[in-house]
């Protein structure tokens, strides 16, 4: 049986496939602002490959105005947007969802916010049905970050500790669980604000010298763009960090659990391509990931000379080796 968000994504996919071919009959040229959490966001180059994917290019049918910006500058980015009235806002992260709603409330948004409750927030009072300008795609999962650190517990259950790397412009929901799960699993957290890539050295030096350590990084685009440093510091120090995105694993994370930030990238834009072609917000329902995928990274288990439980290993999505 097909749940009723995976039949929502075979609808949108196969909407898109109908109409892909008239992005460029128009004869019009469409203007995306993108609202992201950073000056250097990893995710820019996603979006607009996603967008080209659906028959927009630059200079063609499609102008993209960037608003990439510090948290503190994230409300006038957002101003600046609605100032070259663009058709559509594509926003990521907390502060940037909350920037855009904050900057206007006509031109529609489409959120990817992997920290918030929209409902519990004030943004909508309907998933089903948005109301106002904001639709997209919330993890609104309380029990995910728990869920994450006991994974971290399971694959390595000697640890004792675990050094937390949080974004502090980000929504703060995702730290309860965190807290609560860490009581449950017997687990000191602490939790450690990062704000720019020079904290990062002093972090992993005080985690260094506890007994037992791992370090989590939490879903922040900033925290996305320190990936190789985090890393580097993690091989230096020889500490097991786990984070969201495959990426991290990919480039030398121990575990990494979250949902495909591709296929949220993808099911977003199709969001975007939606509005730009005459939806209605509130007829584009706000969804959660579909897709989760655990994966874990043998090569550095290896050279931390850590096991990883089979009872994780036979449950990962893939294996690095």
Not at 159 to 173: E, F, K, M, N, Q
Request: net charge positive; proline share 5%.
């Amino acid at each position: 049986m097909i749940c009723r968000r995976a039949f929502l994504g075979i609808l949108t996919a196969g909407a898109l496939l109908a109409s892909r071919g008239s992005r460029a009959q128009h004869g019009k040229v469409f203007r995306v602002g993108l609202l992201y959490l950073g000056v250097q966001n990893p995710y820019g180059d996603l979006a607009r490959e996603s967008l080209r994917k659906l028959g927009y290019a630059e200079g063609n049918n499609l102008i993209i105005e960037r608003g990439f910006a510090a948290p503190e500058d994230l409300p006038a980015a957002a101003l600046e947007l609605v100032r070259k009235r663009v058709d559509v806002i594509w926003a990521g992260a907390s502060p940037s969802v909350r920037a855009a709603i904050a900057a206007t409330k006509q031109i529609p948004i489409v959120a990817v916010d992997l920290e918030t409750d929209p409902i519990a927030s004030g943004y909508v009072s309907s998933l089903a049905r948005p109301s106002g300008n904001l639709t997209g795609f919330f993890l609104d999962l309380p029990e995910f970050s728990a869920k994450r650190l006991e994974l971290l517990h399971e694959a390595l259950p000697t640890i004792s500790g675990v050094t937390v790397l949080w974004d502090p412009s980000l929504d703060r929901a995702p730290l309860r669980t965190i807290h609560a799960a860490a009581r449950g699993l017997k687990l000191r957290v602490a939790v450690t604000e990062v704000q720019t890539a020079a904290d990062l050295d002093a972090v992993f030096r005080v985690a260094a010298g506890g007994k037992g350590e791992a370090v989590m990084v939490m879903q922040s685009p900033r925290l996305d763009a320190y990936k190789d440093h985090i890393l580097r510091l993690g091989a230096k120090y020889r500490l097991p960090v786990v984070a969201v995105f495959a990426n991290f694993a990919a480039s030398g994370a121990l575990l990494t659990y979250g949902p495909n930030i591709e296929d949220m990238t993808v099911r977003s834009a199709a969001y975007v391509d939606r509005l730009l072609q005459g939806a209605k917000v509130g007829d584009l329902p706000i969804q959660r990931p579909t897709k989760f995928d655990l994966i874990l990274n043998a090569k550095t288990a290896k050279s931390l000379g850590l096991a990883i439980e089979q009872s994780v290993l036979v449950r990962a999505d893939e294996v690095l080796r």
